[in-house]
C-alpha cells in the first residue's frame, strides 16, 4: 500500500471513528452542484465536469451503501436546467442514458432501487425516458438503499403537478377539499412513499435550493461546501454526517431549560 493510500485510509477511519451510530441521518439529498467551475479550473470543457460528476455519484452511491444510509437523492437535472446551451443539455442527456446502461447491473446487485422524480413526459429525449422506465422496474423490488435521482426535477412543478391531481379528484367529486392535510398532501408529490430528507448537501458552495424538494426540505438540516461536486468522496460525506450530528433539531419546539 502506498503512503499516500494509508493517510487517506486513516483520515477516513479517524472520521468513521468520530460518527455517532445512532444518529445517523435516513435520507440525504445532495445539490450537485460546482461541475463547470471544476471543469474551467482545469482548462477543461464542462462535459469533462459532468464526466468527471458522474464518478462522484456512484463514489457516493457506495459511501452510503457502506454507511447503510437507506435513502439518498440527488439533483441531476432542473427543470431550469433547459436555459443552457443545448450542446450541454444534449452532453448530460447522453450521459444519463449511459450510466443508466452501465450501472444497471451493478445497481441490482447491490440491492438498490432507483427511482426517478420530476417530468418525465416532458421535453426528456425518449430513449432516455425508455431506459429510465427500465432501471425502475428492473430494480423496484430491492430494499438496501432507494437512490432517487431528480430529472427534470422542479420543486414548484412538483407541487403544481400535485395540486392538479387534487383539483381534479376534488372535481369529480371523489376529494373532499377539507380532508386534504400535510399528512396526506405527501401521497400527491412525486416523493410518496420515501421519508422527508433529514440532510441536505449543496457542492459548489452557493447557498440556495434552487427550486429542490421544497416541500420536503422543510425541516432538513442544510449544509453547504466549497467543494466542487467531481470532487466530492467519502471523506466529504463523513465530515456532512458529522456536522449534521452536531446539530439540534428543534423542529420548532425548545430543548433546554431555558
Ligand atoms: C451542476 O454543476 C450540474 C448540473 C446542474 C447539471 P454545474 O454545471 O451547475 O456547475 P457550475 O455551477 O457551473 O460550476
Ligand atoms: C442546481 O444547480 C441544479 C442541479 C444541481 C441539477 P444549478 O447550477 O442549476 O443552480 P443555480 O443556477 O446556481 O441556482
Ligand atoms: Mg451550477
Same mark, same amino acid.
Given at each position: ?6 493517510? @487517506?485510509? $486513516? ?7 468520530? &460518527? ?6 435516513? /435520507? ?15 482548462? &477543461? $470543457? @464542462? /462535459? /469533462? ?7 462522484? @455519484? ?15 437523492? @440527488? ?16 452532453f448530460l442527456m447522453k450521459l444519463l442514458e449511459q450510466a443508466i446502461e452501465e450501472e444497471l447491473d451493478e445497481l441490482k446487485q447491490n440491492g438498490v432501487r432507483v427511482r426517478v422524480i420530476g417530468r418525465l413526459n416532458d421535453q426528456l429525449p425518449a430513449s432516455l425516458v425508455q431506459k429510465v422506465h427500465r432501471v425502475i422496474e428492473e430494480t423496484q423490488h430491492n430494499r438496501r438503499l432507494t437512490f432517487t435521482v431528480a430529472l427534470n426535477y422542479g ?46 448537501? %449543496?457542492?459548489?458552495? =452557493?447557498? %440556495?435550493?434552487?427550486?429542490?424538494? &421544497? ?5 432538513? =438540516? ?15 460525506? &463523513? ?8 446539530? =439540534? %433539531? ?9
Amino acid at each position: 500500500m502506498s503512503t499516500l493510500t494509508q493517510n @487517506v485510509s $486513516s483520515e477516513e477511519q479517524h472520521l468513521l471513528a468520530q &460518527l455517532n451510530r445512532e444518529r445517523m441521518p435516513t /435520507h440525504i439529498a445532495i445539490i450537485m452542484d460546482g461541475n463547470g467551475r471544476w471543469a474551467k479550473e482545469r482548462g &477543461l $470543457s @464542462v /462535459h /469533462h465536469g459532468h464526466q468527471a460528476g458522474r464518478e462522484a @455519484v456512484k463514489r457516493t452511491l457506495e459511501a452510503c451503501l457502506q454507511l447503510e444510509i437507506p435513502y439518498l437523492t @440527488v439533483y441531476a437535472f432542473s427543470t431550469e436546467n433547459w436555459r443552457r446551451p443545448a450542446s450541454e443539455v444534449n452532453f448530460l442527456m447522453k450521459l444519463l442514458e449511459q450510466a443508466i446502461e452501465e450501472e444497471l447491473d451493478e445497481l441490482k446487485q447491490n440491492g438498490v432501487r432507483v427511482r426517478v422524480i420530476g417530468r418525465l413526459n416532458d421535453q426528456l429525449p425518449a430513449s432516455l425516458v425508455q431506459k429510465v422506465h427500465r432501471v425502475i422496474e428492473e430494480t423496484q423490488h430491492n430494499r438496501r438503499l432507494t437512490f432517487t435521482v431528480a430529472l427534470n426535477y422542479g420543486g414548484r412543478a412538483e407541487i403544481i403537478d400535485a395540486a392538479r391531481k387534487l383539483a381534479a379528484e376534488a372535481a369529480a367529486g371523489r376529494l373532499d377539499p377539507r380532508s386534504i392535510t400535510e399528512e396526506n398532501f405527501h401521497e400527491f408529490l412525486y416523493t410518496n412513499g420515501t421519508p422527508d430528507p433529514d440532510l441536505v448537501i %449543496r457542492t459548489g458552495g =452557493e447557498m %440556495r435550493l434552487s427550486n429542490f424538494l &421544497l416541500w420536503q426540505l422543510a425541516y432538513a =438540516e442544510f449544509i453547504s461546501t466549497p467543494i466542487y461536486w467531481p470532487d466530492f468522496d467519502k471523506k466529504e460525506l &463523513l465530515r456532512a454526517i458529522l456536522e449534521y450530528q452536531r446539530r =439540534e %433539531r428543534r423542529f420548532g419546539g425548545r430543548n433546554g431549560s431555558y
